[in-house]
């Protein structure tokens, strides 16, 4: 019987790598072209569906040609083509399924699990999505790891026993991250991890599409934008500028009969692109990729001199600019004893080789990359896990109701660094309902948060008299861009002094209703119980907090509140004394 292999999957956005470990080595396996990477492609024709190279090669001629679905991945949005609609994890899954394919016919067995990569900024709901387009093909997907950490796995796998710092600096087709693990006796952790999940080199074949477009309009008064086909010619032409200009100080782009007006000669494109106009045009660009480098030296508490190697991952890194960015930012050249194509592949089958047993000496850990909690009273964040945590990991925290006789409460998942939920990214909510009726503060709510080692979220409510439980698992629909995510550290900075400000405010404000609440309570209960003084010194301390909350004047609220707290605690234990008096005496009769 063959034995098992798990193939590692590098699902990229303009393109996919599987590899596969032998004899303790990761090997990419070659497509059916005889080529290390397949363009992930799909086209449909004649009822037939195309994937890879042969699929891109009809892009400029197909309509029914999908590209770029990673992009996709998490969303609701539906793509048409053969005269269906799809979901992105059905167009994913066919280029899985192409992977998959071939994988088998060169190994001569079936493949049936795999370790896929995503990009370390991709949300539950886009990891999710992977997994799904996995099973589709047919695939059990045993683990999702984040690229820039399968990176260095491949990278590190022969130097186990040194101790050092890698940073690993991956721009794909579509997104980018920035991750700095260190690697020491085996185990490779993740310190920290940053990023932009809209950024990538299509942004680069973008910005030369616009530059055509805009040429095209002065020199013909004509706007291609509205000529589909037309444009996906441009795109093919960018693409291969943008390649050319990673070798050459100019690229020729020659589009003849790229347009067919009736009635006119057709229009006949013919360009030279300087390596120098190229780098202006796509500066903004390159200036996105600092924040992220900054961001994940700063959550890794480390500096610059303390980082031993540098990698480039993904193909948009050939581009000069790029490498010249990371060298000047960094300080020391990238080390490109690896294949930024492959190295991501690589590494997933690393992985995919320790899951089997194959390899036994090395411990991946990576982490979360933002804090995740749940809105409380007043809108508070109660945090449970901190950003940069490891992974996998649960957090439990009890919490209580906030009304008298609530039987029911709503979970509200929130993820960012402020500390009201306003200010945070919602992820999702759910209710935990048949709570007993009870005072507040009596009904004790655990509320537990799991991220698997695939970084997917899941989290549960449970009521610990009822036992009723209910739990979620997050599925965000949308995605963290650069603005958004730097937005967020940055937000949480800004504003860290306000929001403390804030948040002692509004936990004054509930400390001072829950003593409101536990004094009227205990004079209820205890009406038979209590002498004159005692209830009139109990309904003063409630009137006086209740002007003061109602005034807003949170520093007297605060000042009053431990002296009120300390008169409460007398007045139950005069009323203690007085009933345990009262039993002494029953029992002397």
């Given at each position: 019987?063959?034995?098992?292999?798990?193939?590692?999957?590098?699902?990229?956005?303009?393109?996919?790598?599987?590899?596969?470990?032998?004899?303790?080595?990761?090997?990419?396996?070659?497509?059916?072209?005889?080529?290390?990477?397949?363009?992930?492609?799909?086209?449909?024709?004649?009822?037939?569906?195309?994937?890879?190279?042969?699929?891109?090669?009809?892009?400029?001629?197909?309509?029914?040609?999908?590209?770029?679905?990673?992009?996709?991945?998490?969303?609701?949005?539906?793509?048409?083509?053969?005269?269906?609609?799809?979901?992105?994890?059905?167009?994913?899954?066919?280029?899985?399924?192409?992977?998959?394919?071939?994988?088998?016919?060169?190994?001569?067995?079936?493949?049936?699990?795999?370790?896929?990569?995503?990009?370390?900024?991709?949300?539950?709901?886009?990891?999710?999505?992977?997994?799904?387009?996995?099973?589709?093909?047919g695939l059990e997907v045993l683990r999702i790891i984040n690229e820039p950490t399968a990176a260095a796995l491949s990278f590190?796998?022969?130097?186990?026993?040194?101790?050092?710092?890698?940073?690993?600096?991956?721009?794909?087709?579509?997104?980018?991250?920035?991750?700095?693990?260190?690697?020491?006796?085996?185990?490779?952790?993740?310190?920290?991890?940053?990023?932009?999940?809209?950024?990538?080199?299509?942004?680069?074949?973008?910005?030369?599409?616009?530059?055509?477009?805009?040429?095209?309009?002065?020199?013909?008064?004509?706007?291609?934008?509205?000529?589909?086909?037309?444009?996906?010619?441009?795109?093919?032409?960018?693409?291969?500028?943008?390649?050319?200009?990673?070798?050459?100080?100019?690229?020729?782009?020659?589009?003849?009969?790229?347009?067919?007006?009736?009635?006119?000669?057709?229009?006949?494109?013919?360009?030279?692109?300087?390596?120098?106009?190229?780098?202006?045009?796509?500066?903004?660009?390159?200036?996105?990729?600092?924040?992220?480098?900054?961001?994940?030296?700063?959550?890794?508490?480390?500096?610059?001199?303390?980082?031993?190697?540098?990698?480039?991952?993904?193909?948009?890194?050939?581009?000069?600019?790029?490498?010249?960015?990371?060298?000047?930012?960094?300080?020391?050249?990238?080390?490109?004893?690896?294949?930024?194509?492959?190295?991501?592949?690589?590494?997933?089958?690393?992985?995919?080789?320790?899951?089997?047993?194959?390899?036994?000496?090395?411990?991946?850990?990576?982490?979360?990359?933002?804090?995740?909690?749940?809105?409380?009273?007043?809108?508070?964040?109660?945090?449970?896990?901190?950003?940069?945590?490891?992974?996998?990991?649960?957090?439990?925290?009890?919490?209580?109701?906030?009304?008298?006789?609530?039987?029911?409460?709503?979970?509200?998942?929130?993820?960012?660094?402020?500390?009201?939920?306003?200010?945070?990214?919602?992820?999702?909510?759910?209710?935990?309902?048949?709570?007993?009726?009870?005072?507040?503060?009596?009904?004790?709510?655990?509320?537990?948060?799991?991220?698997?080692?695939?970084?997917?979220?899941?989290?549960?409510?449970?009521?610990?008299?009822?036992?009723?439980?209910?739990?979620?698992?997050?599925?965000?629909?949308?995605?963290?861009?650069?603005?958004?995510?730097?937005?967020?550290?940055?937000?949480?900075?800004?504003?860290?002094?306000?929001?403390?400000?804030?948040?002692?405010?509004?936990?004054?404000?509930?400390?001072?209703?829950?003593?409101?609440?536990?004094?009227?309570?205990?004079?209820?209960?205890?009406?038979?119980?209590?002498?004159?003084?005692?209830?009139?010194?109990?309904?003063?301390?409630?009137?006086?907090?209740?002007?003061?909350?109602?005034?807003?004047?949170?520093?007297?609220?605060?000042?009053?509140?431990?002296?009120?707290?300390?008169?409460?605690?007398?007045?139950?234990?005069?009323?203690?004394?007085?009933?345990?008096?009262?039993?002494?005496?029953?029992?002397?009769?």
């Amino acid at each position: 019987m063959a034995k098992e292999v798990i193939i590692g999957i590098d699902l990229g956005t303009t393109n996919s790598v599987v590899s596969i470990v032998d004899n303790g080595t990761p090997v990419v396996l070659e497509n059916l072209n005889g080529k290390r990477t397949t363009p992930s492609v799909v086209s449909f024709k004649d009822g037939e569906t195309i994937v890879g190279e042969n699929a891109k090669n009809q892009i400029e001629t197909n309509p029914d040609t999908i590209a770029s679905i990673k992009r996709l991945m998490g969303t609701k949005q539906i793509v048409k083509a053969n005269g269906k609609e799809y979901k992105p994890e059905e167009i994913s899954a066919m280029i899985l399924s192409n992977l998959k394919k071939y994988a088998e016919e060169k190994i001569g067995h079936k493949v049936e699990k795999a370790v896929i990569t995503v990009p370390a900024y991709f949300n539950n709901a886009q990891r999710e999505s992977t997994k799904l387009a996995g099973k589709i093909a047919g695939l059990e997907v045993l683990r999702i790891i984040n690229e820039p950490t399968a990176a260095a796995l491949s990278f590190g796998l022969d130097k186990t026993e040194e101790e050092k710092k890698v940073l690993v600096f991956d721009l794909g087709g579509g997104t980018f991250d920035v991750s700095i693990l260190e690697l020491a006796d085996g185990t490779f952790e993740v310190l920290s991890t940053a990023g932009d999940n809209e950024l990538g080199g299509d942004d680069w074949d973008h910005a030369i599409v616009n530059w055509l477009v805009d040429k095209i309009k002065k020199e013909h008064n004509y706007n291609v934008t509205e000529n589909k086909m037309a444009m996906a010619r441009l795109k093919q032409a960018a693409e291969k500028a943008k390649i050319d200009l990673s070798s050459s100080m100019i690229a020729h782009i020659s589009l003849p009969f790229l347009i067919f007006i009736e009635g006119q000669a057709p229009i006949n494109v013919e360009a030279e692109l300087k390596r120098s106009e190229f780098e202006q045009m796509t500066a903004s660009l390159l200036e996105r990729c600092k924040a992220p480098i900054d961001r994940a030296l700063s959550d890794a508490k480390i500096s610059l001199s303390e980082i031993n190697d540098v990698l480039l991952v993904g193909g948009s890194t050939r581009m000069p600019a790029v490498q010249t960015l990371v060298e000047t930012k960094l300080g020391k050249k990238p080390n490109k004893s690896v294949n930024p194509d492959e190295v991501v592949a690589m590494g997933a089958a690393i992985q995919g080789a320790v899951l089997a047993g194959d390899i036994s000496d090395i411990l991946l850990v990576d982490v979360t990359p933002l804090t995740l909690g749940i809105e409380t009273e007043h809108g508070i964040v109660a945090s449970l896990i901190e950003r940069n945590t490891r992974i996998p990991i649960t957090k439990t925290k009890t919490f209580t109701t906030a009304a008298d006789n609530q039987t029911a409460v709503t979970i509200h998942v929130v993820q960012g660094e402020r500390k009201l939920a306003n200010d945070c990214k919602s992820l999702g909510m759910f209710n935990l309902e048949g709570i007993e009726p009870a005072p507040r503060g009596t009904a004790q709510i655990e509320v537990s948060f799991t991220i698997d080692a695939n970084g997917i979220t899941t989290v549960s409510a449970k009521d610990l008299k009822s036992g009723k439980q209910e739990s979620k698992v997050i599925k965000n629909s949308s995605k963290l861009s650069d603005e958004e995510v730097d937005k967020m550290v940055k937000d949480a900075e800004a504003n860290r002094e306000a929001d403390e400000k804030r948040a002692q405010e509004i936990e004054t404000v509930v400390r001072a209703e829950s003593l409101v609440s536990k004094m009227k309570q205990s004079l209820e209960e205890n009406k038979d119980k209590i002498n004159e003084d005692q209830r009139k010194m109990s309904e003063e301390k409630i009137s006086e907090l209740e002007k003061l909350l109602e005034s807003k004047d949170y520093e007297t609220l605060k000042q009053k509140l431990d002296e009120i707290d300390k008169a409460f605690e007398m007045i139950n234990a005069e009323m203690q004394k007085q009933q345990d008096q009262g039993f002494k005496e029953e029992d002397a009769k």
